[in-house]
């Protein structure tokens, strides 16, 4: 590989890594508050469903679900877009940085 390519492919690394992390604490951060079937329409949000089916097992009992988690939302969508280029960032290191 070329000294200019490598450079370049590092740098690439660091921005898919940077701003995957980025985004994911984001998504987090603006979604960690607890939403219910009360809270949150459950027609429009399918996922609610799951805290349903959670808390029925009768091992443990959750107040909510974070936002972040609830497919549809906008912190959901920064936390996907997150973990993505988080990913991509990862495969691309060990594809073609590092072999």
Known sequence: M?????????????????WGIFLIV???SMGY???TVASMN???Y???SLLEIANSQGIFYLPGMPDF???GTASNML??????LTIIAV?????????
């Open 2 to 18: 070329e000294e200019k390519s490598e450079k370049t492919y590092s740098g690439l690394f660091r921005i898919f890594l940077t």
């Open 26 to 28: 984001a998504g987090v």
């Open 33 to 35: 508050s607890l939403q």
């Open 42 to 44: 459950i027609s429009e």
């Open 46 to 48: 399918g996922h609610l």
């Open 69 to 71: 988690l609830i497919r």
């Open 79 to 84: 936390y996907d877009l997150g973990a993505a």
């Open 91 to 99: 495969a691309f290191y060990f594809i073609d940085l590092k072999g």
